[in-house]
T-cell receptor
Framework: QKEVEQNSGPLSVPEGAIASLNCTYSDRGSQSFFWYRQYSGKSPELIMSIYSNGDKEDGRFTAQLNKASQYVSLLIRDSQPSDSATYLCAVAGSSNTGKLIFGQGTTLQVKP | KAGVTQTPRYLIKTRGQQVTLSCSPISGHRSVSWYQQTPGQGLQFLFEYFSETQRNKGNFPGRFSGRQFSNSRSEMNVSTLELGDSALYLC????????????FGPGTRLLVL
């Protein structure tokens, strides 16, 4: 079992729709969770961080965390073609050091 | 604030050579983490430095090493390069490491021929 798992996609949604990206993790002691966006040929860019169970909203983005189910998700409302990218789920494990464990990423395609 | 900077941005080396990559964190950040990104393996953690000390190390051979200076700038070194070392090398900085948010630099793309 991989430590952080994501569906690689591609996930294709029409412009204006809601895109839903999912991630599961194996370390029950994990405390911090991050979503990064990576455009082709570029470095990862932080979208959201979430630390507590529940929802966290920032503009068109909502992160959801359920520690009991070891599940974190990212919703993108009103998807735009510029949202087309790879979305990486990252988890900081139970050790208190700067190690992030990444999923393989989900490729999102938003079609005009 | 200026972001994380990495030099050089692109590098071409041949097998057997060694390479040194540099990373300057965001001002005030004391933790620097290094990652390797390849199409097959994705983003993998190499090591993390905080206050000049390596706090954690990933599952990479000893050919991969790093250090951090008193101004928090960090370098990583890869000796005896292999074809499989071709990758995007990313560094990320955070205030104190641990579970804090990490901000990535633009990366150094290394091609080993």
């Amino acid at each position: 079992q991989k430590e952080v798992e994501q569906n690689s996609g591609p996930l294709s949604v029409p412009e204006g729709a809601i895109a839903s990206l999912n991630c599961t993790y194996s370390d029950r002691g994990s405390q911090s969770f991050f979503w990064y966006r990576q455009y082709s040929g570029k470095s990862p860019e932080l979208i959201m961080s979430i630390y507590s169970n529940g929802d966290k909203e920032d503009g068109r983005f909502t992160a959801q965390l359920n520690k009991a189910s070891q599940y974190v998700s990212l919703l993108i409302r009103d998807s735009q073609p510029s949202d087309s990218a790879t979305y990486l789920c990252a988890v900081a494990g139970s050790s208190n050091t700067g190690k992030l464990i990444f999923g393989q990423g989900t490729t999102l395609q938003v079609k005009p | 604030k200026a972001g994380v900077t990495q030099t050089p941005r692109y590098l071409i080396k041949t097998r057997g050579q060694q390479v040194t990559l540099s990373c300057s964190p965001i001002s005030g950040h004391r933790s620097v983490s290094w990652y390797q990104q390849t199409p097959g393996q994705g983003l993998q953690f190499l090591f993390e430095y905080f206050s000049e000390t390596q706090r954690n190390k990933g599952n990479f051979p000893g050919r991969f090493s790093g250090r951090q200076f008193s101004n928090s700038r960090s370098e990583m070194n890869v000796s005896t390069l292999e074809l499989g070392d071709s990758a995007l090398y990313l560094c990320a900085s955070s205030g104190a490491g641990g579970r804090e948010t990490q901000y990535f630099g633009p990366g150094t793309r290394l091609l080993v021929l």
